[in-house]
């Protein structure tokens, strides 16, 4: 039986997740800030399930995730799903400050842990959960940058594992719209389900996907923002 774990398993895209590895027979591990919907999720889950409430904004995480793994006795693969992000164009500090601390400083702490314990290991699989708005600023810039952060630096680590000759694979999911809390504003447009998200991200798991856009479509988005003038881009 495979084991994983889900970081950011209370909502969204990690509780989906969460319940699609466990139906594909995964033992696995939760964690998020809130313990009552930890538990909640764990009573819907047929297979063994170990739950770790953290935030991973804070010092203390690396130390829980660390845990988290020795309970389990090792994981297959480790799921970084826990972000936040919001619109606000006065661009408020603590807000910005969240954003960073979650988004980048907390993701970097956790996807340390992951890697140093497939090296340990000799192999894993470490999947994290960028954006779209990975590919260029947008209105929300800590956010955007944020997720830049998260697939450059999955990229980069991609680059150690191949250099370790340890079987060691790096997944970067870059969402579109997914009808989750995150997604805010007006626009919105081809907004998947939680649940189609979490279907694609399986497959892309068992099809050992380096970089993979939920949906498909938003491949063409990608591609389209990467060539769009800033001219056009600022009228957007």
Known sequence: MKKSIIIGATSGIGWALAKRLSAAGYT???TGRRLPLLEQLQAQLANPVFIKAMDISQDSARRDLQALIDAMQGVDLIVISA??????PGLPWEKEKQIIETNVLGFTAMANVAYHHFLQQGSGHLLGISSIAAIRGGAIPAYNASKAFVSNYLQGLRYLAAKS?????LTDVQPGFVDTPMAQGDGLFWVASAEKAAAQIV?????????????KRWRLIAWILKILPDVIYHKL
């Open 28 to 30: 696995v591990g939760i």
């Open 165 to 169: 000759k340890h079987n060691i694979l």
């Open 83 to 88: 972000g936040t992000g919001a619109i606000d």
């Open 203 to 215: 497959l892309a798991i068992k099809k050992k996907k380096k970089q993979v856009y939920i949906s």
